[in-house]
């Protein structure tokens, strides 16, 4: 079944505590992109993914980090996070190239985060 | 990527249909419209795209102006299940950025 894959779904952490919240997907997409969720202020994008290796900015990059080692998996990483990172995460796939591409964004079934 | 406005909030009756506006009056020639919905706290759900066509699927028709720059979402007959949040997004699909607005909650009634 064509998915992406979060985890954890839930977690509850402290201030300064580094997390990483996986996500992977099966359907050999070259696009990859978290976003958070915040009553009020909808999806935002936080970093984004175009091919393994490469990787860039979003609107809300701060407090984030991100790698694309492989094509299937984009980790988001939480060096020391903060409470203001409490939040709705949410990682998507899509196609870029070829025949195959729509544009159509596969969407996680979303990680809440919140920070103490 | 363009921006796009939609209604905060907009209500429908069971059976009939949902017309969800969207003005992208900024757009360019290479970016599409895509509609997403989000039910609850769930991931956003893909329902149609089309760049100057209208389209239609099994889920809903995407209507697009000639001059591009609004489009309306139609849900021809709609359930009480079709409740959630309309995103209408414009997008160029080579790129990354792909900018949510606040949407559209749509609240289908008996």
């Known amino acids: 079944e064509a998915q992406v894959t979060q985890n954890p779904r839930y977690l509850i952490t402290v201030t300064g505590k580094k997390l990483t919240v996986t996500c992977s997907q099966n359907m050999n997409h070259e696009y990859m992109s978290w976003y958070r969720q915040d009553p009020g202020l909808g999806l935002r994008q936080i970093y984004y993914s175009m091919n393994v290796e490469v990787t860039d900015k979003g609107d809300v990059p701060e407090g984030y980090k991100v790698s694309r080692k492989e094509k299937r998996n984009f980790p988001l990483i939480l060096e020391s996070p903060s409470p203001n990172q409490t939040s709705l995460y949410f990682c998507a796939s899509s196609f870029l190239k070829g025949v195959a591409n729509t544009g159509e964004l596969f969407f996680g079934e979303g990680s809440r985060l919140t920070v103490l | 990527d363009a921006k796009t406005t939609q209604p905060t909030s907009m209500d429908c009756a069971e059976g009939r249909a949902a017309n969800l506006p969207c003005n992208h009056s900024?757009?360019?020639?290479?970016?599409?419209v895509y509609w997403y919905r989000q039910i609850h706290s769930q991931g956003p759900q893909y329902i149609i795209h089309g760049l100057k066509n209208n389209e239609t699927n099994e889920m809903a028709s995407l209507i697009i102006t000639e001059d591009r720059k609004s489009s309306t979402l139609i849900l021809p007959h709609a359930t009480l299940r079709d409740t959630a949040v309309y995103y209408c997004i414009v997008r160029v699909v080579s790129t990354g950025k792909l900018i949510f607005g606040q949407g559209t909650t749509l609240q289908v009634k008996p």
């Open positions: 900024t757009i360019s020639g290479n970016e599409y």
